[in-house]
């Protein structure tokens, strides 16, 4: 059994295992029948959707997930379903309170307190005591984002009815002191896509096929990477709806586990940043604890913490709320595949475990056996009432902590340094400098305008200041105890190329007095030229109302579209009225260009589809197929390899582990259609380990420096490093700064080597050490080598980036890289 796949109804275990289920199923539906005869006329999840939530080869869909709240709250007047929005798909998107109803009916009443307290301005420590005192907290609890991740959204059906329908005495306790904000899945669109995606191959050979699509449109598993950046609709509706209540705790559902760990619980392992108020570390510890402390009170074994997971990175959405003083947090359950059951033998643990010895914070070693879809519900539905019952119990304390924090940072900052941010409105790259202020306002952070100096100005005297340290300064990334679980440096000043100084001394009454709280960033007018990102918009757009658009220098000048459309175009990318073409200058067009987008879903790919779409870039995203068919130069002038491996390029999914049609990747063929394409003129852009690919495949005259390296010689997992601009007259480098920093996330490096022809583009300096912000060993490895490359190939060349330029939409320094490729004259 320990290949899932083709193991329904073909195997003796599996009988036996439904047959056991079912018997369980039948005694707990009777618990529940008892406990719940004062709420008959409420529908159980069954009774609705025909299953519980949890059953074997069983998944719910986002809307059978609606259909049934709907009919909850129709039943009910302890659930009230709100509205938040529509989700990327389109989907319509709700979520819901679960109180008592005479809560429920103050519900405006209790956000509005929860916001006094967490902004605590003009509220005295007696006030606030007494708020605390009365307050009805929110807790946030989410069914998960990461949707193969399944007994996240699963097991918030069956919590939802639990919560209003049970009359056992923790859950009125519950519902007497709490208001839940239940949000049965924070990924509607991934929920339906992974149970649509289950449904058709369920008794298959592919039944625990991978999904051959990112289940977010964009950004798949990133989608928890988005939390301060907010690039994506989800990430935005989720924080606008936080701001709203105020949450004292936001837990996010997660699979899976350290194997053979059931459930991974705070404390989470180190490091952690020093810009978090140590209270919310606290109580993390705490309900960490209460959790694993329940799950072995009802004798369910294996909670493990402090293992493989850090939250150093603050972009998780379970973890960026810490920074405004919501205890936030994620818990990792054990997953098999989907609602596929699976049987686990001790051999099959880590070396170091299969002794089952106790641990200090694995204190009730698993001992393996079955493990099911209703297993990882239990879990999870525990691990909730230990959290709602934690914080039932301290209401109080929380609560008042919650403010605590917030007086706390704001006292900080009035006497230590920064004292504030200022942000100059003359930029090289204005409008993305209003793109950070914008992103900063959508975390409720607030901004001033300054006259003298013509600048926007952060005051650090300010509730949620925390996250703005955390994301303006250098990381320091402490020594090395484990491998980074994820990246270490994303300062983004660097990554945007904003330039943004820090106050360090106290501002003056009279400069305090001078600034403008603004609400939005307004008035602002930057030249049109390459230095700024959202001239590339401006041309795409103008190009597409058949307007005529000349470059010269670093200058861009448009013509052949009316003036009122034209001047539109600018203002609404912050950019100023241009003076009419000058005669010499060769009109530009938009060339064709071609993305590939691999069966083996890549979340760079959808990143970077998702910044093509934001700057208006025509593309076409290229299958597998696609690529086969020939005839490339015919239809394409540039195509875009995101960053995917050269062998996952090449070979894709494995034939027999998928349904046929995603199975392969380009294979020999689509590899020599790309040699033909790049020979007959187009040009190719590979980004990061992509650019392994060509140098391999093209047999191109570059070696990767950093090859055969080990970790103790190099080592990053994601840092910002600075590059130098080889030529500052090269078009495909145009606009950028001399020094620009870029996101190095386990890439190459590069030399050239004989018979080598083109251009160097540019180079990690060779006199320090590259490094800006996180954690990089063996700097000098990376000094002095080539980070980006145009390789002539036949009548066409192959751009080499050995980095992301296009980092979770985040690194816009990086942008021009590839922007300036897609034009031609
Ligand atoms: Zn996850």
Redesign the pocket.
Known sequence: MRTGAGGRGSGTGVVWARFVVGALATVVTGILLVASAGAQQVPTPESVLGHKPGDDFYLATYEDSLGYFRKLAAASKRIKLVDVGKTTQGREWFIAFISNPENLAQLDHYKDVSRRLALARGVSEEQARTLAREMKPIIHIDG?L?AS?VANHQHTIQLGYDLVASEADEYKAIRQNLIVELWFSINPDGQSIVANWYRENLGTPYEVSPLPVLYQEYVGHDN?RDGYMLNMLESREITKATLETEPLVFYTQ??TAPFPGRIYLPPFADPISGNMHPLMLRWLTLIGMTIAQRLDDHGMTGSMHQETFDVWYPGYIDNIGNFRHTISFFTETALYRYATPHFYTVDEFPAARQALGTEMLYSSPWKGGWWRLSDACRYMLEADMAVLNLASKYREQMTYNKYRAARDTIEKFEKEPPFAYEIPREQHDAPAAALLLEKLMLQGIEVHQSVKPDAWVIQMNQPFAGMVKELFEPQVYPALTQRPYDVTGWTLPYQMGVEVHAVTTPLTKQARDSLRPIKEVSGLAAPFNHGSNASFRAVNEILAAKGTVTFSGDEIAASGIDKGKLDAILSENRLKAVAAESKDAKPVKALRVGLYRPWVASIDEGWTRWILEQYKFPFTNLYNADIAGGHLHERYDVIVLPDIGERQIIDGHRPGTIPERYAGGLGEEGVQELRDFTTDGGTLITFNNASMFAVNQFKLPIDNALTGLRPDQFFCSGCLVTVHIEDAKNRLTAGMTPDTTVMFERGPAFDTKTGFKGTVLARYPRERSPLRSGYLAGPDRLQGKVAAVAVEYGKGRVILLGFKPQWRGQSHAGYKFFFNAFYGE
Request: proline share 0%; no cysteine; hydrophobic share 0%.
């Open positions: 998960g990461h991740e928890n997660h699979q």
